[in-house]
């Protein structure tokens, strides 16, 4: 990402705004990360299936310069979170998603427009109704573990069960940046090879994480949250 540009993108969709550095950025841990970040008033001023949803938010947009996070962060130090909403955490830093989800939405061209457009919207709108009615306006995901398997279940069309067998073993490829080979058994435990079971889809998967560096960070960011971690010194994989 060019952290310059996303900032100066940014500037003109907030009604006021002040840059932010490292040393003023307490919410996450600023002793293995480099930021920058903007912060002031932004204006939601959206319409979705007849309900208007217009509310000025303080925010923050946090970004990494070091890489470690694929997906800016967003925080909102002033809002109280509503009681059940699971989407922002204890230190008001905002759930948009799991990370290859956001990073395909978004874009490959990671302009602030589209990420306030694609993301930081639809997620203030659904803080917004949820203080209203108690109810997000699009479909709710679970969290931690349940939501990555929920995620890549879909995109993989496999069942819960080898959902973590299937990311154990894309990982490994992915580490290695290697395409899988077609006579290795499918990890979709349907006892066929990969040539005749998940194998082109899998192909097609990684390509796209090697075509686009941020996504592939943010795919490797979504295994390590369900404790599948690789080892560089001695080759090795571990789950947990």
């Not at 349940?146 to 069960?161: M, N, P, R, T």
Request: glycine letters at 6%; hydrophobic letters at 35%; charged letters at 25%.
């Amino acid at each position: 990402m060019d952290f310059n540009k996303f900032i100066e993108q940014a500037k003109p969709l907030f009604q006021w705004y002040r840059i932010l550095s490292s040393k003023e950025i307490t919410v996450v841990d600023n002793n293995r990360c480099e930021y920058v970040a903007i912060a002031g008033e932004y204006l939601l001023n959206r319409s979705y299936n007849n309900e208007i949803y217009n509310r000025i938010y303080y925010l923050v947009i946090i970004l990494d310069k070091t890489g470690r996070f694929s997906v800016p962060i967003v925080w909102l130090p002033h809002e109280e979170r509503p009681q059940s909403f699971m989407h922002m955490y204890s230190d008001k830093t905002c759930c948009l998603g799991l990370n290859h989800e956001v990073l395909s939405i978004w874009g490959q061209d990671q302009s602030a427009e589209a990420f306030f457009d694609k993301i930081l919207d639809p997620y203030l709108m659904n803080l917004l109704s949820y203080s209203r009615t108690g109810k997000c306006v699009t479909p709710e995901r679970p969290h931690s573990v349940l939501g990555v398997v929920d995620y890549y279940k879909k995109i993989f069309d496999c069942d819960e069960e080898h959902v973590i067998p299937f990311l154990r073993y894309l990982s490994k490829k992915v580490y290695r940046n290697e395409l899988p080979k077609g006579h290795i058994m499918c990890p979709c435990g349907s006892g066929m090879n990969l040539r005749k079971c998940h194998g082109r889809l899998i192909q097609i998967f990684i390509s796209q994480l090697y075509g686009f560096a941020s996504l592939k960070s943010a795919f490797l960011e979504d295994v390590r949250s369900v404790g599948i971690s690789y080892e560089k010194g001695n080759q090795r994989y571990k789950k947990g």
